[in-house]
């Protein structure tokens, strides 16, 4: 499996990145298969994982260290720090007083000394982002950390931080990690722009759109949530825009047919064919899924495909916008109103 450079930081990673959302009770509860599927990966030539301290409250993140035990200096490890983690204020979010006890807890869970990658798994509306640079900025003078960077910010999130980190001599985000398929494109109009000209890395989540592009609904089955997290409004048919995307899915897996590939390689080949986009992460709950997943990594899409993805959904669209994870609470519709 080929490397690229994540950034600007000179670290090589896979072009697939091992999602670990599905290892713990949220989707395989087999601690066992769930080792074996993750070195699996590793195997055959992923060298990046990611996670984070809310998948299944922690467990993911025991899993991870349990199964990376005598290969922690092959992996590139990332997790994640924001979402509620147990009852209680101040147990969440982008603090100077979490994260500092927060990162704790992840090294523990996860069996090692250090973090390579340690990401804000959202931004906060309510936390100053130099409060949140400047711990982490201390993680990685510790450390405890390596690199820093943010998951789900929008295009004027990633300029604010990058400014700030200027501005105030700290640690800047060297990696964004949003949403994007070949149904969910609207990073293509100005996270990915922005991310490209920052010089980040561009980590991006659900390149099967949580289970829509996984092929399943030859079957004459509608899509289903790939997890409990998936919120219901992305997989309710009764809307115009799931509508717009079961249009759009009948047509690429024409396409796909066509291409002589299966779904999966179509999509996964499509997001790490985007010269911004670092690695595509994939989140397998069992072996059957990575193995579909794996030949992705090879898969190189001609212009004449591509150009026939953008007639099927135009670049820069997102078919749902409740599919975009992403973006400041001041452009939500309620927001907008005086």
Do not use: C
């Amino acid at each position: 499996m080929e490397h690229r450079l994540l950034g600007r930081t000179g670290v090589q990673v896979s072009p697939l990145a091992l999602g670990t959302m599905m290892f713990g009770p949220w989707g395989n509860d087999d601690e066992d298969d769930s080792v074996r599927i993750i070195n699996r990966a590793l195997d055959a030539g992923i060298n990046f994982v990611d996670t984070a301290d809310v998948y299944s409250a922690g467990r993911s993140e025991e899993i991870v260290g349990k199964a990376i035990q005598g290969r922690r200096d092959d992996v590139v490890l990332a997790t994640k720090f924001f979402m509620p983690m147990g009852e209680g204020v101040n147990r969440s979010g982008g603090s100077r007083r979490w994260i500092v006890r927060e990162v704790e807890e992840s090294l523990r869970r996860l069996g090692t000394d250090r973090i390579d990658l340690y990401q804000v798994h959202r931004p906060s509306p309510t936390t100053d982002v130099e409060e949140t640079l400047g711990a982490l900025t201390d993680l990685v003078r510790q450390g405890k950390v390596l690199y820093v960077g943010s998951s789900s910010y929008a295009a004027s999130e990633i300029v604010e931080a990058q400014v700030v980190s200027r501005d105030r001599h700290l640690e800047r985000f060297v990696t964004e990690q949003p949403p994007y398929s070949m149904l969910v494109r609207g990073i293509e109009s100005d996270v990915l722009p922005t991310t490209q000209r920052y010089g980040m890395g561009t980590l991006t989540y659900s390149p099967l759109a949580g289970g829509w592009l996984s092929g399943k609904w030859r079957d004459g089955k509608v899509p289903t949530p790939a997890s409990s997290a998936r919120p219901g409004a992305r997989f309710d048919m009764t809307t115009a825009a799931n509508g717009q995307k079961l249009e759009a899915l009948a047509a690429l897996t024409d396409l796909a047919d066509e291409a002589g590939l299966t779904m999966i390689e179509l999509a996964i080949g499509f997001v790490i064919r985007h010269p911004g986009v670092t690695s595509a992460i994939i989140g397998p709950r069992t072996m059957e899924q990575l193995e579909s997943q794996l030949p992705a990594a090879d898969v190189v899409l001609t212009d004449d495909v591509l150009d026939r993805i953008d007639e099927i959904v135009a670049p820069g669209v997102t078919l749902n916008p409740d599919d975009d994870s992403y973006g400041t609470t001041e452009l939500a519709v309620g927001a907008r109103r005086r």
